[in-house]
């Protein structure tokens, strides 16, 4: 299949350009943001207790994720595929166009910001986890779609009916690896989410539902991890199958059933310390 015709341009106003990665960003972060503020004050989901944290907790937390999803996730491309070429040019951190970002890092710096928000707001840290685990499937699935726009993370060669010839990826076809791991990322994975919340009201029993969506991306990102070309200046780390996507999934996925299998019914909302804000 030929690649479709779409400019990762979304539209100009002078010299300001807008792509389709970068409201991607926007979009899936205003989306999760929504989901998660009409959950968390949803007493219902919380088995008729009082929420771990209020619709305004959400609203505040916003800043947080963005900063944390952004600022991680560059670091985390620089430090994790991308060290050698940033030693020798330490403003190529800067440079988002070369490499962009990396979803382990993003992980890594929202987490850091979960829990200094939920410290400083008394909120017990690992139901700040669920209610944001449940949402981010939103902002997956939009990265995926975009970085199949911007014809970039594609995948192996391939015969298959539906592969593509992207423009930077030589003469062969190849998987759609972005496509797959939007499906498996976004829809599936959110789904299973809102089974164990509001099906089950994992949200009374903290981490089921943060163990299941570190688990279940770190499941879905190596199966795809077989799908897809490793990076061109990484390749391989052992034979023809192993790649560094694989070795950052398997401490999530180690740490996903941990939390699964560690969860208890707790109190959703911990008293405040001195000096700390409601």
Known sequence: MPFPNIDPVLFSVGPLSV?????????GILLA????RAIAGNERLWHNRQPAMSSVDIDDFLIWAALGIVLGGRLGYILFYDFAAFAGNPLRIFEIWNGGMSFHGGLLGTTIAMIFFARKRGIVVWSLFDVIAAAAPIGLFLGRIANFINAELWG?????????VFPNGGSEPRH??????AVLEGPILFLVLMV???RFGKLAKPRVVCGTFVAGYALCRILVEFFREPDAHIGYLYGDWLTMGMILSLPMLAIGLAAIATARTATAREPLQNGQEQ
């Open 176 to 181: 759609p690896s972005q496509l797959y791991e």
């Open 33 to 36: 943001w929504r989901y998660a």
């Open 19 to 27: 792509h389709w990665y970068g409201l991607a960003y926007v979009v």
């Open 196 to 198: 164990l919340i509001f």
């Open 156 to 164: 192996r060669t391939s015969d298959v009916a539906w592969a593509v």
